[in-house]
């Protein structure tokens, strides 16, 4: 049975860099004999010169009675913790954790729980000389891999009288690595601290599910709460809200905007890991209660009453997450069109900006027509000039004395062909200078009509425009230099 899990454990869905962990520290859950109580003891100082002695330590210690001072304890839970922080020099933390799966028997359970990315299972049931083994397996990539066994020694279940706790051995114990972070730890270590766990409770088989469970609602309640918080500044500075608690001064910036919708998608993003978190301690929670009366356990009522009361607690966090993610997206929302305002408030100054450059080429414009009629005011006097400078004339060529004394000039035969060629030739320039002008004063208005249509909403018919329009050369803007307003 156990070669599909094998199968499936073979191949490792997370990276050597998430599965590097070292050795953290020990924990030991132990029961008075007499009273029943639980009292858990940490041990952090466990290396590769005590590791081995602090495995084969004796599951009882303590004096025979507690009329005689010291109470008789018996170990029922041992707990491996192992986390990514960097190791010591000269330490094995690594080969530590892996000696702790091997002689838990959780070799199986650990790599399958490494080919997950999140869930929980119950692996094959083992039997073995000290009774019966079952082994299960929490997966909640990549903060937390629990993986433990409980063993059935036999014999009856615990009397559930304090009194009458006379038994040597617990009929149950339990040994598990837990791989997290130091927050998961930390909070799991917290929750076996509790004073108000019951020693049947914290012996059964699911209480390491449950506790699993119970941290990782902690772990988002707490998510929420610092998520909410920026929820709130995020309200206060767009003044998208309608909360009167609500007080902050508006981004007006555009880097502000662009913060502000960074911090926006960071918590939408933190809010959809908040919900699979919930999603995965809700599942954790449904295993429990499945799992909590197998072997006709008589604590089973009881844990399963405390897994429904977690998985209560987790269906109201999933709703607050819900309507934190809405108020998020309506964050996002109303981001996106602050900014979108600012960009069309940039392309309106932009637009002013052209319309100006616009202008200074009209002046610009204006002031080569100046400079033409200037132009044109010298034009004769210069063309004169050059016309009596031109070999056109007979200067130096007098026919006689009485004719030099005379105001007058000979020509020669060009000077009615210069004429001829010149005047029309001018003539032609003026009038195709006219014709250039007249044709783009009708494209502009052309374009202004359909410009005017398009701003009203109105359909553009391109058949009724002018055919001298379809003959301009596209993508040319700007008013030409000749043409006036």
């Not at 008075?32 to 290396?47: K, T």
């Not at 059935?152 to 791989?179: D, K, L, M």
């Not at 799991?188 to 699911?206: N, Q, R, Y």
């Amino acid at each position: 049975m156990e070669e599909l899990y094998r199968h499936l454990g073979s191949s490792s869905l997370w990276s050597e860099r998430e599965r590097d962990w070292s050795l953290s520290g020990g924990t030991d859950i132990w029961r008075g004999q007499a009273s029943g109580r639980v009292s858990v003891r940490h041990r952090q100082n466990i290396g590769a010169d005590n590791f081995a002695a602090w495995l084969s330590e004796d599951p009882q210690k303590g004096g025979g009675s507690s009329s005689a001072g010291s109470e008789r304890l018996s170990r029922f839970a041992r707990i491996v913790f192992a986390g990514a922080a960097p190791r010591l020099e000269n330490t094995s933390g690594d080969g530590l954790v892996q000696a702790a799966i091997d002689s838990f028997g959780l070799r199986l359970a650990h790599a399958y729980a490494l080919s997950c990315v999140a869930g929980v299972i119950s692996l094959p049931v083992r039997h073995q000389a000290g009774g019966e083994v079952r082994t299960y397996a929490v997966t909640y990539h990549p903060k937390l891999v629990a993986i433990w066994s409980s063993t059935c020694h036999g014999g009856a279940s615990p009397p559930s009288t304090p009194a009458t706790y006379g038994y040597v051995y617990p009929t149950r114990t339990t040994h598990a690595v837990i791989f997290a972070g130091k927050e998961e730890q930390a909070g799991l270590k917290t929750l076996l601290e509790a004073p108000w766990w019951d020693a049947a409770v914290a012996a059964h088989p699911m209480f390491p599910c449950l506790l699993c469970g119970l941290m990782l609602s902690q772990s988002a309640d707490a998510t929420q709460a610092a998520i909410k918080a920026d929820i709130r500044y995020l309200e206060a500075h767009t003044g998208h809200h309608t909360f009167a608690s609500r007080r902050g001064t508006p981004a007006a910036t555009g880097k502000e905007l662009a913060q502000l919708s960074a911090l926006a998608s960071g918590r939408a993003g933190k809010l959809a890991s908040t919900a699979r978190k919930i999603r995965v301690a809700r599942e954790l929670q449904a295993f429990t209660i499945e799992h909590a009366r197998e072997g006709d356990m008589a604590t089973g009522g009881l844990v399963e009453h405390h897994a429904r009361l977690v998985d209560k607690r987790l269906q109201m966090q999933m709703l607050d997450n819900e309507y934190t993610v809405e108020r998020a997206k309506i964050q996002m929302d109303a981001l996106f069109n602050l900014i979108s305002q600012k960009d069309s408030l940039v392309g309106q100054q932009t637009a002013r900006t052209s319309q100006v450059v616009a202008q200074s080429s009209l002046q610009d414009s204006s002031s080569m027509k100046a400079l033409a009629l200037v132009a044109c005011l010298f034009l004769p006097g210069n063309f004169v000039a050059a016309l009596f400078s031109a070999p056109l004339f007979s200067w130096n060529d007098p026919r006689d004395d009485a004719e030099a004394k005379r105001t007058g000039l000979g020509i020669t035969p060009q000077f009615n062909l210069f004429w001829a060629i010149s005047v029309p030739l001018t003539a032609a320039v003026f009038i195709a200078y006219t014709a250039w002008l007249v044709f783009q004063k009708r494209r502009w208005r052309d374009m202004k009509r359909d410009f005017e249509a398009i701003a009203h909403g109105d359909s553009v018919d391109p058949i009724s425009r002018s055919s001298s329009y379809y003959a301009v050369e596209e993508g040319r803007a700007g008013e030409p230099s000749g043409l006036s307003k």
